[in-house]
């Protein structure tokens, strides 16, 4: 098959960039190998007519919508390596947040990573309100974070993990909010089958919480090689315009792969949608220019 636009990654973003291509009778090609950024989440929340879907169903889902476009081909399999000949939109995949700290700490997080501790609030703030929350950063994320999740819950206490970050006055305008502050480090997060119980401290005291957010460093999964050239941003994400292009021509990027920090599944859908337009565009704009310059 002679291909107008190979997609890479089958999340949100690279589904949704495949539905409007194939919808415009462009041959497109999706790559996906199935390892999505939320893989630890068992629900999914605020994409409209899909909150708390799985996102192994939302992927089934979107699947069997695009095996109804006879242009379109999914190939469950990695992409190693790209030599680009037209039109490519690279969708998402970033690696969860990490935080910088000793290595059996960010273990034991991982362990209560997406079922009792998250990265956004605006994911799972819903079904965390007015429980007892923490907020685990080491930086002054700590500070942003905290503003955000109080939203959700007045029960808040940031553990910075035996880090001094904040600021006196940063410090007493979050406890005119209720919001208090732990600067002890962290020995070990108690709960079972990653639900969130209590939080140990270095001399052995304990703080009940429920769950909580974790200001989180992002850091992008470099999934393949390529030779591409495009540009990356400021968080090391791939630069694009408003339409996703990168600087790349015939290159486009959208969701994850281009944002650094907590996303949501809507966004990435969005943007997909936004370069399978973008790229008909060119692709209908070539179309006329050829005719141009035959005549
Ligand atoms: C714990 C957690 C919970 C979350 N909860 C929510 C929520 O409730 N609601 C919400 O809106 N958002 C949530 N998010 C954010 C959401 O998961 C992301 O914003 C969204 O998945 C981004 O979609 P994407 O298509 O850009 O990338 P992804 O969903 O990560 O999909 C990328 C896909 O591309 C594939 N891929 C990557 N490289 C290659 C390659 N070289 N070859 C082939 N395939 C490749 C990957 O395997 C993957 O399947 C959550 C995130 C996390 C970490």
Redesign the pocket.
Known sequence: MILDCAV???????LNATLVLGRSRRKTIL????????A??S?????ITRDGINPQEFKKVAQEELSRYSDVRIEK????RINKKKHLIR????K?GSIQCEKDYSRRVKEF??KSL???PF??GWELRDRPLAVIAEDHKALHMAKMVSNWTNDLIIFTNGNKILSLEEQELLNSYGIRINEKKIAAFIGEEGMLDKIQLEDNTTVFREGGFIAAEWKP?A??ETTLGYTLNEQGGIATDSLQRTNTEGVFA????RIAG???????AGEGSMAAIAVNAELIEEKFNEYKQQA
Do not use: M
């Open positions: 890479i990654g089958g999340g949100p973003a690279g790559f996906d190998d199935n390892k999505p950024r939320n630890v989440t629900e999914s929340h605020g994409f399999q990695r992409v190693h969708g998402g995949d970033r969860w990573y997406g998250f990265s956004c994911c799972v999964a999934s393949f959208c969701g994850d792969t907590p996303s949501q599944l809507i966004i990435a």
